[in-house]
């Protein structure tokens, strides 16, 4: 079964600083990994994605993520975090299902507090 | 090309009593997925349709149901509402299988 790993729970960055939120899967095959961010009382939104090739994805907002096959890891970065980046940042892992279709696997989420 | 929406944003309901909530996906979007957030199991697969037949199903009761519409849209059913099921219900729509999710914004729900 299709698992992910998001072992910080709670991270505080002062605005400018650098940021690498840590996550890693479990996954028998190749895995489509996701990252996407949700502010409060809101819906999730999507930073980046990896599905195959290159595997330093960019995304929105000035993200990106590495993929790293022999880690099981998926790690998003931004190299200086703005106030605004403050949210909940998740982890996502989908694949190729029996019988095809679409379901995805979450971690349980970074809270990211951004001190100014 | 307009997002995911949900329907209603907000409800309260007692517990007993059923509950449909409504989603409509993206155009041309033909696979609509559901999940469930708390704060103490967080994100959870409840289902996904496509082309009107469930694909996939996740580890909840049968009182959580849905259905799929010739036109993609989605509802989802909660029957006999326990205090457990207050949580906030996430619709998602792609294109297809292995194709990137775009969620909604969410219907929150609170049974008392």
């Known amino acids: 079964a299709q698992s992910v790993t998001q072992p910080d729970i709670h991270i505080t960055v002062s605005e400018g600083a650098s940021l690498e939120l840590r996550c890693n899967y479990s996954?028998?095959?190749?895995?489509?990994l996701f990252w996407y961010v949700q502010s409060p009382g809101q819906g999730l939104q999507l930073l980046l994605k990896?599905?195959?090739?290159?595997?330093l994805v960019q995304g929105i907002k000035g993200f990106e993520a590495e993929f790293k096959r022999s880690q099981s890891s998926f790690n998003l970065r931004k190299p200086s975090v703005h106030w605004s980046d403050a949210a909940e940042y998740f982890c996502?892992?989908?694949?190729?299902?029996?019988?095809?279709?679409?379901?995805?696997?979450f971690g349980t989420g970074t809270q990211l507090k951004v001190e100014l | 090309k307009a997002g995911v929406t949900q329907t209603p944003r907000y409800l309260i309901k007692t517990r007993g009593q059923q509950v449909t909530l409504s989603c409509s996906p993206i155009s041309g979007h033909r696979s609509v997925s559901w999940y469930q957030q708390t704060p103490g199991q967080g994100l959870q697969f409840l289902f996904e349709y496509f082309s009107e037949t469930q694909r996939n199903k996740g580890n909840f009761p049968g009182r959580f149901s849905g259905r799929q519409f010739s036109n993609s849209r989605s509802e989802m059913n909660v029957s006999t509402l326990e205090l457990g099921d207050s949580a906030l219900y996430l619709c998602a729509s792609s294109t297809d299988s292995q194709e990137t999710q775009y969620f909604g914004p969410g219907t929150r729900l609170l049974v008392l």
């Open positions: 990896y599905f195959s090739g290159d595997t």
């Open positions: 996954y028998g095959a190749t895995p489509y």
């Open positions: 996502a892992v989908g694949g190729e299902l029996t019988g095809g279709g679409n379901k995805l696997t």
